[in-house]
Nanobody, 126 residues
Framework: QVQLVESGGGLVQAAGSLRLSCTFSGGSFTSHDMAWFRRAPGKEREFVAAVAWSESFTDYARSVLGRFTISRDNGKNTVYLQMNDVAPDDTAVYYC???????????????????WGRGTQVTVSS
């Protein structure tokens, strides 16, 4: 059974940086595309970033493009989200997710992701 565990959340000041990690277990990491989503208070869950199983392709929400970077280390079964120049609007619970199998192109729809972590809270103070 695939399991995803996020870490690295916390309190950060506006314009600061934070790196989230998500550790994958229970399967073959390179058989899955990986993504980060987030849910802000009172809002729907939204796509943040995705990375293909091969690391060859990435995709980002327009709101984080140029500030956030998604990457994966297939040797460590881990996906990362480097968050730079954060703003109060980035405050949310951040979720790691993976597809059942690789999908082309990378998907922004949360319905395409079969497995989810429990989330890690990120709070940005102004």
């Amino acid at each position: 059974q695939v399991q995803l565990v996020e870490s690295g959340g916390g309190l950060v000041q506006a314009a600061g940086s934070l790196r989230l990690s998500c550790t994958f277990s229970g399967g073959s990491f390179t058989s899955h595309d990986m993504a980060w989503f987030r849910r802000a208070p009172g809002k729907e869950r939204e796509f943040v970033a995705a990375v293909a199983w091969s690391e060859s392709f990435t995709d980002y929400a327009r709101s984080v493009l140029g500030r956030f970077t998604i990457s994966r280390d297939n040797g460590k079964n881990t996906v990362y989200l480097q968050m730079n120049d954060v703003a109060p609007d980035d405050t949310a619970v951040y979720y790691c997710a993976c597809t059942e199998s690789p999908i082309i192109p990378l998907m922004k729809d949360d319905g395409a992701y079969a497995y989810w972590g429990r989330g890690t809270q990120v709070t940005v103070s102004s």
